[in-house]
């Protein structure tokens, strides 16, 4: 069965840094590229970047550069997101997702992790 | 950075009727368009990729298509189940942009 799975809840004081997991199975982790997608409350979906787990190399969308680490550990087929310097504006559900599809018109983000929530509070 | 907009932000429409939801580019994508469908509360859902490739076990009744750079989302007869917020997503250079999305409702 193909799914991502992801770390739990996640409470950060602002300025705090966070790391959020997402462990792949049912399929070969180094073929797929891993995206990271997240979506603040009653606000619409915001792509964050992925990360190519079989070379390490990421691309970030411009709002996270300088913020966002993307990593990966091959060995126990997972990705990970950190990002540093928090604020409330990071509260939010963060997402990986799997990036799959034959050709170059024919890529998508499927599946989806079930998300991990975030509160950034002093 | 290629921006997508999405229109109508909202709708409301009855059980049966035709619904269309655009989404335009400000530059071309060519077919590097995707569409999904989040519920309250739920993981997104990817419905179509490829600007009209629907993805496997997701009703017949949606469908997509491109003209240039206005990409459509129409769901052919709205059932109780679709009510959701729709988002498409470009990829086509690298930067998967979401629109802002489309919150459907039942009448």
């Known amino acids: 069965q193909v799914q991502v799975v992801q770390s739990g809840t996640e409470v950060r004081k602002p300025g705090a840094s966070l790391k959020v997991s997402c462990k792949a199975s049912?399929?070969?982790?180094?073929?797929?590229?891993m995206h990271w997608v997240r979506q603040a409350p009653g606000q619409g979906l915001e792509w964050m970047g992925w990360?190519?787990?079989?070379?390490?190399?990421?691309n970030y969308a411009p709002k996270f550069q300088g913020r966002v680490t993307m990593t990966r550990d091959t060995s126990v087929s997972t990705a990970y997101m950190e990002l540093s310097r928090l604020t409330s504006g990071d509260t939010a559900v963060y997402y990986c997702?799997?990036?799959?599809?034959?050709?170059?018109?024919?890529?998508?983000?499927?599946?989806w992790g079930q998300g991990t929530l975030v509160t950034v509070s002093s | 950075d290629i921006q997508m907009t999405q229109s109508p932000s909202s709708l409301s429409a009855s059980v049966g009727d035709r619904v269309t939801i655009t989404c335009r580019a400000s530059?071309?994508?060519?077919?590097?368009l995707a569409w999904y469908q989040q519920k309250q509360g739920k993981v997104p859902k990817l419905l179509i990729y490829?600007?009209?490739t629907l993805q496997s076990g997701v009703p017949s009744r949606f469908s997509g298509s491109a003209s240039g750079t206005d990409f459509t989302l129409t769901i052919s007869s709205l059932q109780p189940e679709d009510v959701a917020t729709y988002y498409c997503?470009?990829?086509?250079?690298?930067?998967?942009?979401f629109g802002q999305g489309t919150k459907v409702e039942i009448k």
């Open positions: 530059q071309g994508i060519g077919d590097y």
């Open positions: 490829a600007a009209s």
């Open positions: 990360i190519n787990p079989k070379s390490g190399d990421t």
């Open positions: 049912g399929f070969s982790f180094t073929g797929h590229y």
């Open positions: 997702a799997r990036e799959t599809g034959s050709g170059s018109t024919t890529r998508r983000l499927d599946p």
């Open positions: 997503q470009k990829y086509n250079d690298g930067l998967w942009t």
